[in-house]
């Protein structure tokens, strides 16, 4: 059940490596959004607007030279903090200490639950991940695990899975049965509905996709490209499924790779931040996003703003 001051059910999706390329080639975020009824949403207009949503091209860099990296780019993004002038240069992978105490004191998800919002993440965890990451003095989780933990979000687990309730990263556990495990293979319509069941729980739910990165740092282009559609698939379902008045996805990534197949590395292309919604307050919330340490705030605007609407909150979002 929702509490009455929130606005909106809200998924954050954040894929990670998905920057806007040129209108004039391959640019697979906005072929994401094409089922939304908004392919003229234009990467070299952003911000743009359509009545199913809306699309900004954020800064990634940080105004720093160099090439933006997962470490920095997350933490700005679920911080609200320019982490690479932070630190004062781009940080690969893991959060080393600076960055792990500005997500334990700033992060998105806790600020979320300090207001009294439902939060939650969709990720399916296994004990054995946390069990390889025990010991030694350096940080070995990355920015989403840490940001979950630190707001004291319960993890999801085979439990939640066999219930319907949990998905893995990439939604259809292929990318799961490379790395060795055991789930079968589901389509990008269950993941849908995996999901619509985990939105009935909370207010606010985060999912982390990161197999686009690493199949574009291989060069794996034709499982990057089936990977990219079954998100789109996916998305395509959640419109099906969800009410665009009471639901906003919020698609949104870290740094550019997998837009340039000439690459295998990160970019400093924009990043896009599309919302898929029809909720005029949530839209107006996020005016004058510019870069990945805007969006915390924007989203913190977006719950703290009463829902313009009779009628709330709905009895059946659905």
């Not at 509490?3 to 072929?31: M, Q, R, V």
């Not at 700005?76 to 334990?104: F, K, W």
């Not at 998905?167 to 293979?185: K, M, Q, V, Y």
Request: proline share 7%.
């Amino acid at each position: 059940m929702q509490t009455a001051h929130t606005p909106i059910k809200f998924l954050l999706f954040f894929i990670d490596g998905l920057g806007l390329g040129s209108a004039e080639e391959e640019n697979p975020a906005l072929e994401l959004l094409a089922d939304w009824g908004i392919p003229q949403l234009s990467a070299q207009a952003a911000p743009s607007t359509h009545p199913s949503g809306q699309l900004f091209a954020l800064d990634a860099t940080g105004g720093l030279p160099g090439i933006p990296q997962s470490a920095t780019g997350q933490a700005s993004l679920m911080c609200g903090e320019n982490a690479p002038a932070l630190l004062g240069y781009h940080l690969t992978a893991l959060p080393n200490e600076p960055l792990v105490n500005l997500i334990q004191t700033h992060n998105l998800m806790s600020a979320l639950a300090q207001q009294g919002i439902n939060v939650t993440a969709s990720n399916l965890y296994s004990q054995e991940f946390f069990q390889a990451r025990q010991g030694g003095t350096r940080n070995r989780l990355p920015v989403s695990t840490l940001c979950i933990q630190s707001s004291q979000t319960p993890f999801r687990f085979k439990k939640d899975y066999e219930e319907g309730r949990a998905l893995f990263a990439d939604l259809t556990n292929r990318f799961l049965l490379e790395r060795g495990g055991s789930l079968p293979i589901i389509t990008p319509k269950e993941a849908a509905h995996r999901m619509v069941n985990i939105l009935q729980e909370a207010d606010f739910v985060f999912h982390e996709l990161f197999s686009t990165d690493s199949y574009a740092h291989k060069g794996r282009h034709q499982d990057l490209q089936l990977c990219l559609s079954e998100i789109r698939e996916f998305l395509a379902h959640l419109k099906m499924l969800t009410n665009p008045q009471e639901l906003c996805i919020a698609l949104v990534s870290d740094h550019g790779n997998c837009e340039d197949p000439s690459s295998a590395n990160h970019n400093r292309n924009p990043v896009p931040l599309a919302l898929l919604t029809e909720n005029q307050a949530v839209l107006d919330a996020f005016q004058g996003v510019e870069a990945l340490e805007d969006v915390k705030s924007a989203l913190l605007a977006a719950f703290a703003r009463p829902h313009e609407q009779e009628g709330y909150p709905p009895s059946d979002w659905l």
